[in-house]
């Protein structure tokens, strides 16, 4: 049964924002360290961001001040806003627990199928 489902990606021209969506109905998120991870075509799983259970958050130094991680009010909830989108930022984009790893970015049947961020330049 997969565990998570994201949402809320898209086609966009260079410049555009889009914001993803992460859902689990039997996660607290608020306990966890959650991540968004992306994958490119013909490259490696990267974390892009992370959300301690202490509300802390950090960013791969290539989204550093352009995407923003946080936490819906219900807790079950995980976004991910991207704002300044280049054609680098392509790839498909999935939420897990840092526990998870980047091994996320394969185990589509456990935590959920990601979703597609088009960039066009």
Not at 12 to 39: E, I, K
Not at 82 to 96: I, K, N, Q, R, W
């Amino acid at each position: 049964e997969t565990q998570l489902v994201e949402s809320g990606g898209g086609s966009v021209q260079t410049g555009g924002s889009l914001r993803l969506s992460c859902t689990a109905p039997r996660f607290n998120f608020d306990d966890l360290d959650m991540q968004w991870y992306r994958q490119a075509p013909g490259s490696k799983c990267e974390v892009v961001a992370t959300r301690s259970s202490f509300g802390t958050t950090s960013y791969a130094d290539s989204v550093e001040g352009r995407f923003s991680i946080s936490l819906g009010s219900a807790n079950n909830t995980l976004y991910l806003q991207m704002d300044s989108l280049t054609p680098e930022d392509t790839a498909v984009y999935y939420c897990g627990p840092a526990y998870v790893g980047l091994s996320r970015c394969r185990k589509v049947n456990d935590w959920g199928q990601g979703t597609r961020v088009t960039v066009s330049s």
